[in-house]
Nanobody, 128 residues
Framework: QVQLVESGGGLVQTGDSLRLSCAASGGTFSDYIVGWFRQAPGKEREFVAGISWSGSTTHYAFSVKGRFAISRDNAKNTVYLQMDSLTPEDTAVYFC?????????????????????WGQGTQVTVSS
């Protein structure tokens, strides 16, 4: 059983940066793909970024590509999401999740329903 805790959210202005962290405990977090998702008020949850177990493969939603960067430190059981050039459209609750379907997979899936463990989320608010 993997427990995930997100942190690093907050209120920032347009153009600012934030770094989110997803800390894991229990299970074998380092062997699986981790994804970041977000959900804005009144909208469906959407995939933001994912990283393979090794960190060698990453995938981003078109809306954040070039602005966000996902990374992981398996020794610390933590995945990060560096978010730069934030805009009000990035305002949402951000969640990290783990896909434990395939051991040591490099294939990042974007469907959140395929992820097994989720954190409680951290709020990111970007003011104009």
């Amino acid at each position: 059983q993997v427990q995930l805790v997100e942190s690093g959210g907050g209120l920032v202005q347009t153009g600012d940066s934030l770094r989110l962290s997803c800390a894991a405990s229990g299970g074998t977090f380092s062997d699986y793909i981790v994804g970041w998702f977000r959900q804005a008020p009144g909208k469906e949850r959407e995939f933001v970024a994912g990283i393979s177990w090794s960190g060698s493969t990453t995938h981003y939603a078109f809306s954040v590509k070039g602005r966000f960067a996902i990374s992981r430190d398996n020794a610390k059981n933590t995945v990060y999401l560096q978010m730069d050039s934030l805009t009000p459209e990035d305002t949402a609750v951000y969640f990290c999740a783990v896909d434990t379907s395939i051991f040591h997979s490099e294939y990042i899936r974007t469907n959140g329903f395929l992820y097994d463990y989720w954190g409680q989320g951290t709020q990111v608010t970007v003011s104009s």
